[in-house]
Protein backbone atom coordinates (compact mmCIF):
# COMPACT_ATOMS: atom_id res chain seq x y z
CA UNK A 1 0.00 0.00 0.00
CA UNK A 2 1.13 3.48 -0.85
CA UNK A 3 0.73 6.59 1.74
CA UNK A 4 0.35 9.91 0.33
CA UNK A 5 4.16 10.68 -0.65
CA UNK A 6 4.36 8.29 -3.22
CA UNK A 7 1.49 9.53 -4.68
CA UNK A 8 2.11 11.76 -7.98
CA UNK A 9 1.43 15.54 -8.30
CA UNK A 10 -1.30 15.01 -10.07
CA UNK A 11 -2.95 12.19 -7.71
CA UNK A 12 -2.60 14.81 -4.83
CA UNK A 13 -4.13 17.49 -6.98
CA UNK A 14 -6.81 15.40 -7.86
CA UNK A 15 -7.39 14.48 -4.11
CA UNK A 16 -7.71 17.94 -3.07
CA UNK A 17 -10.23 18.74 -6.32
CA UNK A 18 -12.25 15.82 -5.11
CA UNK A 19 -12.64 17.24 -1.20
CA UNK A 20 -14.20 20.15 -2.97
CA UNK A 21 -16.62 18.28 -5.06
CA UNK A 22 -17.21 15.70 -3.00
CA UNK A 23 -19.97 14.28 -4.82
CA UNK A 24 -21.16 13.18 -8.46
CA UNK A 25 -23.58 16.19 -8.44
CA UNK A 26 -20.96 18.64 -6.79
CA UNK A 27 -18.93 17.87 -9.89
CA UNK A 28 -21.55 17.73 -12.23
CA UNK A 29 -23.07 21.02 -11.22
CA UNK A 30 -19.22 22.69 -11.49
CA UNK A 31 -19.20 20.90 -14.99
CA UNK A 32 -22.19 22.28 -16.50
CA UNK A 33 -21.25 25.98 -15.14
CA UNK A 34 -17.87 25.98 -16.56
CA UNK A 35 -19.16 24.79 -19.85
CA UNK A 36 -21.83 27.27 -19.69
CA UNK A 37 -19.85 30.45 -19.21
CA UNK A 38 -17.50 29.19 -22.21
CA UNK A 39 -20.73 30.11 -24.40
CA UNK A 40 -21.39 33.70 -23.34
CA UNK A 41 -19.61 36.79 -25.08
CA UNK A 42 -16.46 37.54 -24.22
CA UNK A 43 -15.89 40.74 -22.16
CA UNK A 44 -14.39 43.82 -22.83
CA UNK A 45 -11.25 44.37 -22.82
CA UNK A 46 -9.98 48.36 -22.30
CA UNK A 47 -6.32 49.42 -23.71
CA UNK A 48 -4.71 52.23 -22.82
CA UNK A 49 -0.94 53.44 -22.90
CA UNK A 50 1.68 55.76 -21.81
CA UNK A 51 -0.33 57.48 -18.90
CA UNK A 52 2.39 59.30 -17.93
CA UNK A 53 1.43 60.83 -14.22
CA UNK A 54 -1.58 61.87 -15.85
CA UNK A 55 -4.08 61.03 -13.03
CA UNK A 56 -6.93 63.04 -13.72
CA UNK A 57 -6.88 62.27 -17.19
CA UNK A 58 -6.80 58.89 -16.70
CA UNK A 59 -9.35 58.36 -14.39
CA UNK A 60 -11.93 59.97 -16.39
CA UNK A 61 -11.13 57.47 -19.12
CA UNK A 62 -11.15 54.53 -16.59
CA UNK A 63 -14.84 56.47 -15.48
CA UNK A 64 -16.32 56.26 -18.83
CA UNK A 65 -14.81 52.81 -20.32
CA UNK A 66 -13.50 55.27 -22.91
CA UNK A 67 -17.00 56.20 -24.05
CA UNK A 68 -18.44 52.47 -23.11
CA UNK A 69 -20.66 54.20 -20.11
CA UNK A 70 -22.01 57.06 -22.02
CA UNK A 71 -22.96 54.43 -25.45
CA UNK A 72 -25.27 51.88 -22.75
CA UNK A 73 -26.84 55.20 -21.66
CA UNK A 74 -27.75 56.32 -25.60
CA UNK A 75 -28.57 52.68 -26.33
CA UNK A 76 -30.95 52.60 -23.17
CA UNK A 77 -32.17 56.42 -22.80
CA UNK A 78 -31.76 58.01 -26.03
CA UNK A 79 -35.72 58.17 -27.25
CA UNK A 80 -36.45 59.06 -23.37
CA UNK A 81 -34.10 61.01 -22.49
CA UNK A 82 -32.89 64.50 -23.74
CA UNK A 83 -29.20 65.12 -24.44
CA UNK A 84 -29.23 67.83 -21.53
CA UNK A 85 -30.56 64.18 -18.95
CA UNK A 86 -28.59 62.00 -20.30
CA UNK A 87 -25.08 64.45 -20.03
CA UNK A 88 -26.24 64.76 -16.25
CA UNK A 89 -26.94 61.25 -16.18
CA UNK A 90 -23.72 60.37 -17.53
CA UNK A 91 -21.97 62.70 -15.74
CA UNK A 92 -23.59 61.06 -12.14
CA UNK A 93 -22.31 57.42 -13.13
CA UNK A 94 -18.88 58.93 -13.47
CA UNK A 95 -18.25 61.00 -10.43
CA UNK A 96 -21.16 60.29 -8.50
CA UNK A 97 -20.32 61.49 -5.33
CA UNK A 98 -19.26 65.01 -6.67
CA UNK A 99 -22.48 65.10 -8.78
CA UNK A 100 -24.46 64.13 -6.05
CA UNK A 101 -23.92 67.35 -4.01
CA UNK A 102 -24.67 69.40 -6.85
CA UNK A 103 -28.16 67.93 -7.82
CA UNK A 104 -29.29 67.63 -4.10
CA UNK A 105 -28.36 71.33 -3.96
CA UNK A 106 -30.27 72.14 -6.64
CA UNK A 107 -33.41 71.00 -5.31
CA UNK A 108 -36.01 73.68 -3.16
CA UNK A 109 -37.74 70.84 -1.66
CA UNK A 110 -37.39 67.30 -0.15
CA UNK A 111 -40.07 65.90 -2.26
CA UNK A 112 -38.77 66.75 -5.54
CA UNK A 113 -35.36 65.27 -4.46
CA UNK A 114 -37.30 62.20 -3.74
CA UNK A 115 -38.44 61.70 -6.90
CA UNK A 116 -35.10 62.38 -8.30
CA UNK A 117 -33.92 59.66 -6.21
CA UNK A 118 -36.69 57.10 -7.32
CA UNK A 119 -36.12 58.15 -11.00
CA UNK A 120 -32.56 57.71 -10.55
CA UNK A 121 -32.17 54.68 -8.85
CA UNK A 122 -34.52 53.14 -11.55
CA UNK A 123 -31.95 54.33 -14.04
CA UNK A 124 -29.40 53.13 -12.62
CA UNK A 125 -30.94 49.34 -11.92
CA UNK A 126 -31.94 49.50 -15.61
CA UNK A 127 -28.35 50.34 -16.62
CA UNK A 128 -26.85 47.63 -14.76
CA UNK A 129 -29.16 44.61 -16.41
CA UNK A 130 -28.53 46.23 -19.90
CA UNK A 131 -24.66 46.48 -18.98
CA UNK A 132 -24.89 42.79 -17.39
CA UNK A 133 -26.53 41.36 -19.53
CA UNK A 134 -23.59 38.71 -20.98
CA UNK A 135 -22.48 38.20 -17.76
CA UNK A 136 -23.91 35.21 -15.07
CA UNK A 137 -25.51 36.39 -12.01
CA UNK A 138 -22.28 34.94 -9.93
CA UNK A 139 -19.94 37.75 -11.71
CA UNK A 140 -22.95 40.15 -11.31
CA UNK A 141 -22.94 40.04 -7.72
CA UNK A 142 -19.49 40.50 -7.18
CA UNK A 143 -19.51 43.55 -9.06
CA UNK A 144 -22.33 45.02 -7.13
CA UNK A 145 -21.80 46.87 -3.44
CA UNK A 146 -21.22 45.07 -1.00
CA UNK A 147 -23.39 46.46 1.71
CA UNK A 148 -26.81 46.25 -0.81
CA UNK A 149 -26.51 43.22 -2.51
CA UNK A 150 -29.59 41.76 -1.41
CA UNK A 151 -31.56 44.95 -2.16
CA UNK A 152 -29.67 45.61 -5.60
CA UNK A 153 -31.25 41.85 -6.63
CA UNK A 154 -34.61 42.30 -5.46
CA UNK A 155 -34.53 45.37 -7.77
CA UNK A 156 -32.33 43.64 -10.75
CA UNK A 157 -34.91 40.69 -11.12
CA UNK A 158 -38.04 41.99 -10.44
CA UNK A 159 -41.31 40.51 -11.71
CA UNK A 160 -44.68 41.56 -11.59
CA UNK A 161 -46.21 39.45 -14.03
CA UNK A 162 -49.15 38.35 -11.63
CA UNK A 163 -49.11 42.08 -9.77
CA UNK A 164 -48.40 40.67 -6.64
CA UNK A 165 -45.56 42.31 -5.20
CA UNK A 166 -45.78 45.67 -6.93
CA UNK A 167 -46.15 47.44 -3.06
CA UNK A 168 -42.84 45.23 -1.75
CA UNK A 169 -41.11 47.09 -4.69
CA UNK A 170 -42.06 50.38 -4.10
CA UNK A 171 -41.79 49.88 -0.28
CA UNK A 172 -37.91 48.99 -0.93
CA UNK A 173 -36.91 51.83 -2.52
CA UNK A 174 -38.84 54.20 -0.17
CA UNK A 175 -37.12 52.84 2.92
CA UNK A 176 -33.70 53.34 1.26
CA UNK A 177 -34.64 56.87 1.14
CA UNK A 178 -36.48 57.38 4.37
CA UNK A 179 -33.57 55.70 5.73
CA UNK A 180 -30.90 58.23 4.20
CA UNK A 181 -29.09 55.60 2.19
CA UNK A 182 -29.95 56.53 -1.65
CA UNK A 183 -26.91 58.25 -1.94
CA UNK A 184 -24.65 55.47 -1.07
CA UNK A 185 -26.71 53.14 -3.07
CA UNK A 186 -26.23 55.38 -6.46
CA UNK A 187 -22.46 55.81 -5.46
CA UNK A 188 -21.81 51.44 -5.22
CA UNK A 189 -24.64 51.12 -8.50
CA UNK A 190 -22.74 53.89 -10.92
CA UNK A 191 -19.40 52.27 -9.63
CA UNK A 192 -20.97 48.70 -10.50
CA UNK A 193 -22.04 50.63 -14.44
CA UNK A 194 -17.93 51.31 -14.35
CA UNK A 195 -16.87 47.86 -13.91
CA UNK A 196 -19.47 46.35 -15.66
CA UNK A 197 -18.59 48.14 -18.87
CA UNK A 198 -15.03 46.83 -19.02
CA UNK A 199 -13.86 43.51 -18.06
CA UNK A 200 -10.31 43.98 -18.25
CA UNK A 201 -7.77 46.60 -18.44
CA UNK A 202 -4.29 46.46 -19.93
CA UNK A 203 -1.92 49.59 -19.42
CA UNK A 204 0.32 48.80 -22.62
CA UNK A 205 3.43 51.07 -20.10
CA UNK A 206 4.43 53.75 -19.20
CA UNK A 207 2.69 55.06 -16.00
CA UNK A 208 5.60 57.31 -15.07
CA UNK A 209 7.57 59.86 -15.71
CA UNK A 210 6.78 63.58 -17.05
CA UNK A 211 2.95 64.23 -15.22
CA UNK A 212 2.71 64.81 -11.78
CA UNK A 213 0.86 61.92 -10.25
CA UNK A 214 2.25 58.49 -10.90
CA UNK A 215 1.38 57.44 -7.27
CA UNK A 216 -2.17 57.97 -7.86
CA UNK A 217 -2.13 56.21 -10.79
CA UNK A 218 -0.55 52.60 -9.02
CA UNK A 219 -3.08 53.10 -6.57
CA UNK A 220 -5.57 53.01 -8.44
CA UNK A 221 -4.57 49.92 -10.43
CA UNK A 222 -3.82 48.30 -7.63
CA UNK A 223 -7.85 48.49 -6.39
CA UNK A 224 -8.78 47.57 -10.18
CA UNK A 225 -10.68 44.34 -10.25
CA UNK A 226 -9.00 42.78 -13.40
CA UNK A 227 -5.68 44.26 -14.63
CA UNK A 228 -2.41 43.47 -16.25
CA UNK A 229 0.79 45.60 -17.35
CA UNK A 230 3.21 46.12 -19.99
CA UNK A 231 5.99 47.81 -18.48
CA UNK A 232 6.82 51.07 -20.67
CA UNK A 233 10.76 52.05 -20.50
CA UNK A 234 10.34 54.93 -17.85
CA UNK A 235 8.51 51.81 -15.81
CA UNK A 236 11.59 49.90 -15.83
CA UNK A 237 13.64 52.75 -14.95
CA UNK A 238 11.69 53.36 -11.68
CA UNK A 239 11.89 49.71 -11.34
CA UNK A 240 15.17 49.92 -11.93
CA UNK A 241 16.22 52.44 -9.31
CA UNK A 242 13.95 50.58 -6.53
CA UNK A 243 15.89 47.28 -7.17
CA UNK A 244 19.37 48.78 -6.67
CA UNK A 245 20.62 50.70 -9.99
CA UNK A 246 21.97 53.54 -9.11
CA UNK A 247 22.25 55.07 -12.54
CA UNK A 248 18.24 54.27 -13.18
CA UNK A 249 17.54 56.05 -9.96
CA UNK A 250 19.93 59.31 -11.36
CA UNK A 251 18.10 58.94 -14.50
CA UNK A 252 14.36 59.41 -12.79
CA UNK A 253 15.87 62.01 -10.37
CA UNK A 254 16.87 64.13 -13.46
CA UNK A 255 13.69 63.45 -15.39
CA UNK A 256 11.43 64.45 -12.42
CA UNK A 257 13.66 67.70 -11.87
CA UNK A 258 13.64 68.52 -15.92
CA UNK A 259 9.90 68.03 -15.31
CA UNK A 260 9.35 69.83 -12.00
CA UNK A 261 7.87 67.01 -10.74
CA UNK A 262 10.01 66.46 -7.72
CA UNK A 263 6.82 66.48 -5.51
CA UNK A 264 6.11 62.77 -6.73
CA UNK A 265 9.79 62.07 -4.99
CA UNK A 266 9.60 63.99 -1.45
CA UNK A 267 5.42 63.92 -0.99
CA UNK A 268 4.31 60.63 -2.47
CA UNK A 269 7.44 58.49 -1.97
CA UNK A 270 9.18 60.41 1.24
CA UNK A 271 12.80 60.22 -0.53
CA UNK A 272 15.14 62.67 1.26
CA UNK A 273 16.14 64.76 -1.32
CA UNK A 274 18.15 67.60 1.56
CA UNK A 275 21.48 65.41 0.42
CA UNK A 276 21.45 66.57 -3.25
CA UNK A 277 19.96 69.89 -2.38
CA UNK A 278 22.75 70.82 -0.28
CA UNK A 279 25.66 69.44 -3.07
CA UNK A 280 23.61 71.06 -5.50
CA UNK A 281 23.88 74.39 -3.79
CA UNK A 282 27.52 74.35 -3.08
CA UNK A 283 28.84 73.51 -6.41
CA UNK A 284 26.13 74.56 -9.31
CA UNK A 285 24.64 77.85 -10.42
CA UNK A 286 20.75 78.20 -10.74
CA UNK A 287 20.73 80.57 -13.80
CA UNK A 288 22.07 77.87 -16.03
CA UNK A 289 19.26 77.75 -19.13
CA UNK A 290 19.70 74.15 -20.40
CA UNK A 291 18.61 73.13 -16.88
CA UNK A 292 15.61 75.11 -16.04
CA UNK A 293 12.73 73.10 -15.67
CA UNK A 294 10.16 72.81 -18.41
CA UNK A 295 7.18 73.33 -16.51
CA UNK A 296 7.89 76.28 -14.82
CA UNK A 297 4.61 78.04 -14.25
CA UNK A 298 3.71 78.95 -10.67
CA UNK A 299 7.37 78.70 -9.40
CA UNK A 300 9.22 81.12 -7.82
CA UNK A 301 12.45 82.67 -8.64
CA UNK A 302 13.83 80.66 -5.68
CA UNK A 303 12.45 77.48 -6.36
CA UNK A 304 13.86 77.54 -10.00
CA UNK A 305 16.98 78.22 -8.52
CA UNK A 306 17.06 75.40 -6.44
CA UNK A 307 15.25 73.06 -9.12
CA UNK A 308 18.26 74.22 -11.95
CA UNK A 309 20.99 73.62 -9.52
CA UNK A 310 19.40 69.86 -8.80
CA UNK A 311 19.06 69.44 -12.14
CA UNK A 312 22.77 69.72 -13.40
CA UNK A 313 23.98 68.15 -9.85
CA UNK A 314 22.15 64.69 -11.20
CA UNK A 315 22.89 64.64 -14.36
CA UNK A 316 26.48 64.99 -14.02
CA UNK A 317 26.29 62.49 -11.67
CA UNK A 318 24.49 60.52 -14.03
CA UNK A 319 26.93 60.98 -16.59
CA UNK A 320 29.51 59.53 -14.08
CA UNK A 321 27.28 56.63 -13.01
CA UNK A 322 26.95 55.26 -16.77
CA UNK A 323 30.56 54.87 -17.88
CA UNK A 324 32.02 51.91 -15.45
CA UNK A 325 28.57 49.80 -16.83
CA UNK A 326 29.36 50.90 -20.49
CA UNK A 327 33.04 49.97 -19.86
CA UNK A 328 32.08 46.37 -18.12
CA UNK A 329 29.77 45.45 -20.61
CA UNK A 330 31.32 45.59 -24.21
CA UNK A 331 28.01 43.24 -25.76
CA UNK A 332 25.99 47.00 -24.81
CA UNK A 333 28.44 48.30 -28.09
CA UNK A 334 27.72 51.78 -26.29
CA UNK A 335 31.24 52.82 -26.47
CA UNK A 336 30.21 56.12 -27.99
CA UNK A 337 28.21 56.85 -25.23
CA UNK A 338 31.45 57.55 -22.41
CA UNK A 339 30.33 61.62 -23.27
CA UNK A 340 32.90 62.67 -20.16
CA UNK A 341 35.93 61.21 -21.61
CA UNK A 342 34.62 63.02 -25.31
CA UNK A 343 35.41 66.41 -24.00
CA UNK A 344 38.65 68.30 -24.32
CA UNK A 345 38.05 70.71 -21.63
CA UNK A 346 40.41 73.13 -22.21
CA UNK A 347 38.98 73.77 -25.52
CA UNK A 348 35.04 73.52 -23.94
CA UNK A 349 34.77 71.21 -26.99
CA UNK A 350 33.39 67.62 -27.16
CA UNK A 351 33.98 65.12 -30.38
CA UNK A 352 31.05 62.81 -30.91
CA UNK A 353 30.30 59.92 -33.57
CA UNK A 354 33.73 61.62 -35.34
CA UNK A 355 32.18 65.14 -35.24
CA UNK A 356 33.37 68.01 -33.35
CA UNK A 357 30.99 70.48 -31.62
CA UNK A 358 31.55 73.48 -29.32
CA UNK A 359 29.79 73.18 -25.98
CA UNK A 360 27.55 75.96 -24.49
CA UNK A 361 25.86 75.99 -20.68
CA UNK A 362 28.08 73.61 -19.18
CA UNK A 363 28.37 72.63 -15.30
CA UNK A 364 31.83 70.16 -15.40
CA UNK A 365 32.76 72.28 -11.65
CA UNK A 366 32.73 68.56 -10.37
CA UNK A 367 34.43 66.50 -13.07
CA UNK A 368 38.42 66.19 -12.78
CA UNK A 369 39.47 66.08 -16.72
CA UNK A 370 42.27 63.37 -16.12
CA UNK A 371 39.59 61.18 -14.53
CA UNK A 372 36.25 62.58 -15.60
CA UNK A 373 34.10 59.71 -14.47
CA UNK A 374 35.65 59.45 -11.38
CA UNK A 375 32.33 59.93 -8.57
CA UNK A 376 33.55 62.59 -5.33
CA UNK A 377 33.23 61.86 -2.59
CA UNK A 378 30.42 63.85 -1.85
CA UNK A 379 28.71 62.43 -4.94
CA UNK A 380 28.95 58.71 -3.68
CA UNK A 381 27.95 59.73 -0.66
CA UNK A 382 24.70 61.33 -2.00
CA UNK A 383 23.94 58.57 -4.44
CA UNK A 384 24.27 55.52 -1.64
CA UNK A 385 22.04 58.04 0.36
CA UNK A 386 19.41 58.66 -2.22
CA UNK A 387 19.13 54.58 -2.83
CA UNK A 388 18.90 53.77 0.49
CA UNK A 389 16.08 56.38 1.25
CA UNK A 390 14.72 54.51 -2.10
CA UNK A 391 14.56 51.34 -0.96
CA UNK A 392 13.04 52.51 2.43
CA UNK A 393 9.95 53.82 0.94
CA UNK A 394 7.18 51.72 1.69
CA UNK A 395 4.98 53.32 -0.47
CA UNK A 396 6.80 52.56 -3.66
CA UNK A 397 7.75 49.39 -2.26
CA UNK A 398 4.14 48.34 -3.18
CA UNK A 399 3.90 50.18 -6.18
CA UNK A 400 7.30 48.74 -7.88
CA UNK A 401 6.24 44.85 -5.84
CA UNK A 402 2.95 45.49 -7.98
CA UNK A 403 4.42 46.86 -11.18
CA UNK A 404 6.37 43.30 -10.99
CA UNK A 405 3.62 40.85 -9.94
CA UNK A 406 1.38 42.30 -12.65
CA UNK A 407 3.83 43.61 -15.20
CA UNK A 408 5.87 41.88 -18.09
CA UNK A 409 7.56 42.90 -21.03
CA UNK A 410 5.32 41.99 -23.57
CA UNK A 411 1.73 39.71 -23.15
CA UNK A 412 0.24 37.90 -25.94
CA UNK A 413 -3.67 38.04 -24.95
CA UNK A 414 -7.13 36.95 -27.41
CA UNK A 415 -4.76 36.16 -30.22
CA UNK A 416 -2.77 40.05 -29.63
CA UNK A 417 0.07 40.41 -28.84
CA UNK A 418 0.74 43.79 -26.30
CA UNK A 419 3.67 44.97 -26.39
CA UNK A 420 5.08 48.56 -25.17
CA UNK A 421 8.16 49.71 -27.48
CA UNK A 422 9.25 47.50 -30.39
CA UNK A 423 10.66 43.82 -31.46
CA UNK A 424 14.26 45.23 -32.46
CA UNK A 425 15.11 44.33 -36.26
CA UNK A 426 17.60 45.73 -38.65
CA UNK A 427 16.78 47.31 -41.82
CA UNK A 428 16.06 44.22 -43.69
CA UNK A 429 12.98 43.07 -41.41
CA UNK A 430 15.09 40.56 -39.72
CA UNK A 431 15.46 40.05 -35.93
CA UNK A 432 18.67 41.46 -34.32
CA UNK A 433 20.45 40.10 -32.00
CA UNK A 434 22.38 40.60 -28.63
CA UNK A 435 24.69 39.06 -26.21
CA UNK A 436 23.49 38.21 -22.98
CA UNK A 437 25.91 36.36 -20.74
CA UNK A 438 27.64 34.22 -23.70
CA UNK A 439 23.72 33.54 -25.29
CA UNK A 440 22.91 35.06 -28.84
CA UNK A 441 19.27 36.03 -28.34
CA UNK A 442 16.68 37.57 -30.87
CA UNK A 443 13.25 37.98 -31.12
CA UNK A 444 10.85 36.70 -28.80
CA UNK A 445 13.65 35.06 -26.62
CA UNK A 446 15.90 38.57 -26.47
CA UNK A 447 12.52 39.50 -24.40
CA UNK A 448 12.49 36.75 -22.49
CA UNK A 449 15.91 37.26 -21.20
CA UNK A 450 15.59 40.98 -20.72
CA UNK A 451 12.70 40.04 -18.34
CA UNK A 452 14.22 37.05 -16.51
CA UNK A 453 17.24 39.64 -15.61
CA UNK A 454 15.06 42.38 -14.78
CA UNK A 455 13.23 39.84 -12.31
CA UNK A 456 16.42 38.52 -11.00
CA UNK A 457 17.60 42.25 -10.47
CA UNK A 458 14.36 42.75 -8.33
CA UNK A 459 14.42 39.73 -6.40
CA UNK A 460 18.27 40.72 -5.20
CA UNK A 461 18.23 44.55 -4.78
CA UNK A 462 21.21 43.82 -2.40
CA UNK A 463 23.46 43.49 -5.02
CA UNK A 464 24.76 46.09 -7.47
CA UNK A 465 26.79 46.35 -10.55
CA UNK A 466 25.70 43.05 -11.49
CA UNK A 467 24.60 42.19 -14.69
CA UNK A 468 21.18 41.82 -14.13
CA UNK A 469 20.75 45.65 -12.87
CA UNK A 470 22.99 46.57 -15.54
CA UNK A 471 20.69 45.40 -17.98
CA UNK A 472 17.80 47.38 -16.57
CA UNK A 473 19.70 50.24 -16.84
CA UNK A 474 20.49 48.88 -20.92
CA UNK A 475 16.39 48.51 -21.12
CA UNK A 476 16.37 52.55 -20.99
CA UNK A 477 19.05 53.33 -23.06
CA UNK A 478 20.52 50.42 -25.16
CA UNK A 479 20.14 50.07 -28.93
CA UNK A 480 18.67 46.62 -29.41
CA UNK A 481 16.71 47.50 -25.92
CA UNK A 482 12.85 46.71 -26.66
CA UNK A 483 11.33 49.08 -24.46
CA UNK A 484 14.37 52.28 -25.68
CA UNK A 485 13.77 51.10 -29.69
CA UNK A 486 16.69 53.95 -30.54
CA UNK A 487 19.85 53.68 -31.40
CA UNK A 488 20.88 56.02 -28.53
CA UNK A 489 19.79 58.55 -25.67
CA UNK A 490 21.29 61.90 -26.58
CA UNK A 491 20.80 63.75 -23.55
CA UNK A 492 24.33 64.50 -23.15
CA UNK A 493 23.99 66.38 -26.80
CA UNK A 494 20.40 68.04 -25.82
CA UNK A 495 21.91 69.54 -22.74
CA UNK A 496 24.70 71.07 -24.07
CA UNK A 497 25.47 71.11 -27.96
CA UNK A 498 23.59 74.11 -29.91
CA UNK A 499 23.73 72.16 -33.05
CA UNK A 500 20.53 69.96 -33.78
CA UNK A 501 21.58 67.41 -35.88
CA UNK A 502 23.38 66.51 -32.55
CA UNK A 503 20.37 66.07 -30.66
CA UNK A 504 18.39 63.23 -33.59
CA UNK A 505 17.93 59.70 -32.11
CA UNK A 506 17.33 57.12 -34.57
CA UNK A 507 14.59 54.92 -34.40
CA UNK A 508 14.60 51.44 -34.88
CA UNK A 509 13.74 50.05 -37.87
CA UNK A 510 10.95 48.55 -36.90
CA UNK A 511 8.90 51.78 -36.44
CA UNK A 512 8.68 52.58 -40.31
CA UNK A 513 8.63 48.48 -40.98
CA UNK A 514 5.56 48.52 -39.13
CA UNK A 515 3.70 49.37 -41.34
CA UNK A 516 3.95 46.54 -43.38
CA UNK A 517 1.89 44.08 -43.34
CA UNK A 518 3.71 41.10 -44.01
CA UNK A 519 6.28 42.42 -41.22
CA UNK A 520 3.50 42.38 -39.09
CA UNK A 521 2.75 39.20 -39.67
CA UNK A 522 5.81 37.20 -39.03
CA UNK A 523 6.13 39.51 -36.04
CA UNK A 524 3.14 37.88 -34.43
CA UNK A 525 4.27 34.31 -35.69
CA UNK A 526 7.17 34.55 -34.16
CA UNK A 527 5.38 35.00 -30.68
CA UNK A 528 3.29 32.16 -31.68
CA UNK A 529 0.07 34.31 -32.88
CA UNK A 530 -2.36 33.62 -35.62
CA UNK A 531 -0.77 36.22 -38.08
CA UNK A 532 -3.77 36.52 -39.94
CA UNK A 533 -6.12 37.22 -36.83
CA UNK A 534 -3.74 38.79 -34.62
CA UNK A 535 -2.96 42.72 -34.09
CA UNK A 536 0.29 44.15 -32.79
CA UNK A 537 -1.02 47.02 -30.12
CA UNK A 538 1.72 49.19 -29.08
CA UNK A 539 2.69 52.19 -27.18
CA UNK A 540 5.72 54.28 -26.73
CA UNK A 541 6.00 56.95 -29.61
CA UNK A 542 2.97 59.27 -29.70
CA UNK A 543 1.26 59.47 -33.05
CA UNK A 544 0.78 63.12 -34.38
CA UNK A 545 -2.35 63.11 -35.76
CA UNK A 546 -1.66 66.63 -36.44
CA UNK A 547 0.57 65.94 -38.97
CA UNK A 548 -2.15 63.22 -40.36
CA UNK A 549 -0.43 60.17 -39.15
CA UNK A 550 -2.79 57.64 -38.62
CA UNK A 551 -2.75 55.33 -35.44
CA UNK A 552 -4.14 51.84 -37.15
CA UNK A 553 -1.10 50.57 -39.01
CA UNK A 554 -0.09 47.73 -41.94
CA UNK A 555 -4.45 47.72 -42.75
CA UNK A 556 -5.06 47.10 -38.91
CA UNK A 557 -2.17 44.35 -37.89
CA UNK A 558 -0.42 47.40 -36.07
CA UNK A 559 -2.35 49.65 -33.66
CA UNK A 560 -0.75 52.54 -32.06
CA UNK A 561 -2.41 53.92 -28.60
CA UNK A 562 -0.16 56.88 -27.31
CA UNK A 563 -1.77 59.71 -28.55
CA UNK A 564 -0.50 61.96 -26.16
CA UNK A 565 -1.89 61.36 -22.49
CA UNK A 566 0.93 62.96 -21.64
CA UNK A 567 0.23 67.13 -21.69
CA UNK A 568 4.21 67.48 -22.35
CA UNK A 569 3.23 65.63 -26.16
CA UNK A 570 -0.23 67.47 -26.95
CA UNK A 571 0.99 70.05 -29.07
CA UNK A 572 2.94 68.22 -31.65
CA UNK A 573 0.25 65.46 -31.21
CA UNK A 574 -2.85 67.23 -31.80
CA UNK A 575 -5.05 65.14 -29.29
CA UNK A 576 -4.94 64.03 -25.69
CA UNK A 577 -4.36 59.82 -26.25
CA UNK A 578 -5.87 57.02 -27.85
CA UNK A 579 -7.57 54.23 -26.06
CA UNK A 580 -9.01 51.22 -27.61
CA UNK A 581 -11.49 48.89 -26.75
CA UNK A 582 -12.12 45.26 -28.29
CA UNK A 583 -15.51 43.22 -27.42
CA UNK A 584 -16.89 40.88 -29.01
CA UNK A 585 -17.89 42.07 -31.95
CA UNK A 586 -14.58 43.61 -32.60
CA UNK A 587 -12.01 46.32 -31.71
CA UNK A 588 -13.11 50.12 -31.81
CA UNK A 589 -10.13 53.18 -31.52
CA UNK A 590 -11.22 55.83 -29.68
CA UNK A 591 -8.93 59.47 -29.84
CA UNK A 592 -8.97 61.48 -26.79
CA UNK A 593 -9.52 65.82 -26.62
CA UNK A 594 -7.71 67.80 -24.12
CA UNK A 595 -9.44 66.42 -20.71
CA UNK A 596 -10.22 70.01 -19.26
CA UNK A 597 -11.07 69.34 -15.62
CA UNK A 598 -13.61 67.04 -13.67
CA UNK A 599 -15.34 70.61 -13.01
CA UNK A 600 -16.49 70.96 -16.49
CA UNK A 601 -17.75 67.33 -16.56
CA UNK A 602 -19.39 67.42 -13.62
CA UNK A 603 -21.30 70.91 -15.13
CA UNK A 604 -21.72 69.80 -18.80
CA UNK A 605 -21.33 65.56 -18.85
CA UNK A 606 -19.18 66.05 -21.69
CA UNK A 607 -16.61 63.00 -22.33
CA UNK A 608 -14.10 64.79 -24.00
CA UNK A 609 -13.96 62.29 -26.70
CA UNK A 610 -13.45 62.35 -30.56
CA UNK A 611 -14.99 59.75 -33.57
CA UNK A 612 -14.42 55.79 -32.39
CA UNK A 613 -12.97 54.64 -35.23
CA UNK A 614 -13.56 50.18 -36.03
CA UNK A 615 -10.50 48.71 -36.47
CA UNK A 616 -11.60 45.16 -37.15
CA UNK A 617 -15.44 43.21 -36.95
CA UNK A 618 -15.31 40.09 -35.75
CA UNK A 619 -17.49 38.42 -38.74
CA UNK A 620 -18.78 35.60 -36.07
CA UNK A 621 -19.58 37.11 -32.45
CA UNK A 622 -16.57 36.23 -30.29
CA UNK A 623 -17.24 34.18 -26.74
CA UNK A 624 -15.23 33.21 -24.16
CA UNK A 625 -14.52 30.06 -25.55
CA UNK A 626 -12.01 31.44 -27.81
CA UNK A 627 -10.27 33.94 -25.32
CA UNK A 628 -7.39 33.25 -22.78
CA UNK A 629 -9.77 33.08 -19.94
CA UNK A 630 -11.59 30.05 -22.43
CA UNK A 631 -8.25 28.63 -22.75
CA UNK A 632 -7.81 28.10 -18.51
CA UNK A 633 -11.64 27.21 -18.42
CA UNK A 634 -11.15 24.32 -20.86
CA UNK A 635 -8.49 23.25 -18.95
CA UNK A 636 -10.42 23.22 -15.57
CA UNK A 637 -12.90 21.08 -17.39
CA UNK A 638 -10.65 18.96 -18.31
CA UNK A 639 -9.39 18.36 -15.26
CA UNK A 640 -12.80 17.73 -13.46
CA UNK A 641 -14.21 15.62 -16.10
CA UNK A 642 -10.73 13.66 -15.70
CA UNK A 643 -11.96 13.36 -11.38
CA UNK A 644 -15.35 12.62 -12.60
CA UNK A 645 -14.02 9.35 -14.50
CA UNK A 646 -11.56 8.68 -12.26
CA UNK A 647 -13.91 9.01 -8.72
CA UNK A 648 -17.07 8.26 -9.38
CA UNK A 649 -17.15 6.09 -12.80
CA UNK A 650 -14.49 3.04 -12.45
Not at 238 to 249: D, E, P, Q, T
Not at 333 to 339: A, H, K, T
Request: proline share 3%; hydrophobic share 35%.
Amino acid sequence: MHNSTDKSVKERFLDLLSEQFNTKEALATEIINLESILELPKGTEHFVSDLHGEFHAFQHVLRNGSGNVRSKINDIFQDTLTRKEINEFSALVYYPEEKLQLIKNSFSSKSELNEWYITTINRLIKLITYASSKYTRTKLRKSLPENYVFIVEELLYKSNKYNNKHSYYETLIKQIIELEQSDDLIIGLSFTVQHLVVNHLHVVGDIYDRGPEPDKIMETLIDYPSVDIQWGNHDVLWIGAYAGSKVCLANLLRICARYDNLDIIEDAYGINLRPLLTLADKYYDGSNPAFRPKNAEGLSELELEQITKLHQAIAIIQFKLEAPIIKRRPAFEMEERLVLEKIDYDKNEATLYGKTYPLEHTCFQTVDPNDPNKLTDEEADVIDKLLLSVQQSEKLKRHMTFLMQKGKLYLPYNGNLLIHGCIPIDEQGEMESMVIDGVKCYGRDLLDHFEEYVRIAFDHKDIQDDLATDLVWYLWTGKYSSLFGKRAMTTFERYFIKDKTAHKETKNPYYYLREDVDMCKKMLKDFGLDPEQGHIINGHTPVKEIDGEDPIKADGKMIVIDGGFSKAYQSTTGIAGYTLLYNSFGMQLVAHQHFNSKKHVLLNGADELSIRRVVDKELQRKKIRDTNTGHEIQAQIDILKELMHDRFVN
